[in-house]
């Protein structure tokens, strides 16, 4: 699967402040049986967005301004739960590039990065600026692993805090590939070295 490649990205951000977030309030269990991407995006945090009737709530996923937001400050421990890669198929399709937070569970994390969605891990004293400071103008640099605050924030190291990816996942993310594309990438080399594997063999 491709994805537009992720180098530095810059957007308002869309706060939800509360903790452990789930992948079930994420995306609910009973709208798994799809294998299909498309239109998950509309049903992500379905049981907070909509009442039972299927309308509207009043809530900030559902405002004008939410789809220009292409990153989502969560509060801590988000994603915890099952394993469901819906969720960052979710996320994606509604819009959002990456999440950030002071803590993302594991498998969650793991998900999206196989799934061309960027997991961010921040430090506490800026986590807690993004949940006070919704809709703030944040800068996502891949190519220095770094997120950068507005210049208004106050915030330490001039609001620029580092944060960590492995190697691999950051090549692929910023080529826009999955795991399969990158070694349908090295079809070449593969074949070279069975190649001559098979003459050292002979």
């Given at each position: 699967m491709s994805f537009q490649p992720f180098k530095t990205l810059t957007s308002q951000t869309l706060v939800l402040a509360t903790q452990n977030i789930d992948t079930d309030q994420i995306i609910p269990a009973r709208f798994l049986t799809t294998t299909s991407r498309e239109g998950?995006?509309?049903l992500a945090f379905n049981d907070w967005r909509y009442d039972e009737m299927g309308n509207e709530n009043d809530h900030p996923l559902?405002?004008?301004a939410a789809k220009a937001c292409q990153i989502l400050v969560a509060g801590h421990n988000f994603g915890c739960g099952s394993s469901r890669e819906h969720a960052p198929w979710a996320l994606m399709d509604y819009g959002f590039r990456a999440v950030i937070s002071s803590e993302i569970a594991d498998?969650?994390?793991a998900n999206s990065l196989k799934n061309g969605f960027l997991p961010i891990v921040i430090e506490a004293s800026a986590h807690e600026w993004l949940l006070d400071n919704p809709g703030v103008d944040v800068t996502i640099d891949l190519e220095t692993c770094e997120v950068r605050l507005p210049?208004?924030?106050g915030a330490n190291n001039g609001g620029t805090y580092p944060f960590k990816i492995d190697p691999f996942s950051r090549?692929?993310?910023m080529q826009g590939q999955d795991e399969l594309d990158y070694l349908l990438g090295q079809d070449a080399e593969i074949n070279a070295h069975e190649a001559s594997f098979n003459k050292a063999a002979s």
């Amino acid at each position: 699967m491709s994805f537009q490649p992720f180098k530095t990205l810059t957007s308002q951000t869309l706060v939800l402040a509360t903790q452990n977030i789930d992948t079930d309030q994420i995306i609910p269990a009973r709208f798994l049986t799809t294998t299909s991407r498309e239109g998950l995006g509309k049903l992500a945090f379905n049981d907070w967005r909509y009442d039972e009737m299927g309308n509207e709530n009043d809530h900030p996923l559902n405002g004008g301004a939410a789809k220009a937001c292409q990153i989502l400050v969560a509060g801590h421990n988000f994603g915890c739960g099952s394993s469901r890669e819906h969720a960052p198929w979710a996320l994606m399709d509604y819009g959002f590039r990456a999440v950030i937070s002071s803590e993302i569970a594991d498998i969650f994390h793991a998900n999206s990065l196989k799934n061309g969605f960027l997991p961010i891990v921040i430090e506490a004293s800026a986590h807690e600026w993004l949940l006070d400071n919704p809709g703030v103008d944040v800068t996502i640099d891949l190519e220095t692993c770094e997120v950068r605050l507005p210049a208004s924030s106050g915030a330490n190291n001039g609001g620029t805090y580092p944060f960590k990816i492995d190697p691999f996942s950051r090549q692929c993310l910023m080529q826009g590939q999955d795991e399969l594309d990158y070694l349908l990438g090295q079809d070449a080399e593969i074949n070279a070295h069975e190649a001559s594997f098979n003459k050292a063999a002979s």
